[in-house]
């Protein structure tokens, strides 16, 4: 995730954390529009930093599990695109199809 992604995301969990605060306040009601209105009906707003902070919490567990991964042990390279684990005799991805980097 670039610094860019990382502070958008602080943005909308801000934007939420506020939201809930405006709402036990009493300074919002909660409404959900029809047409929705992104960045301003409760649900959206909430939603939105949550959906962010799963993202940004699958992106953290496959930075934790490369970084304990043994060293390609076992005959396998890992997708540098999808992490996805493949086996030494594969060339590309069986998940997203990029090529094996490095041989
Ligand atoms: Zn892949």
Redesign the pocket.
Known sequence: MTKDELLQIKEHLTAAHQMVSDLCQGNRRWTMSVPARFGYDPDLVIDHALVDADKMLIQLLSDAEQRNAPTEAGGEWT?T??K?RNSDDKSI?G??D?PRLGG
């Open positions: 997708c695109k999808c996805t991805c998940f997203c990029t």
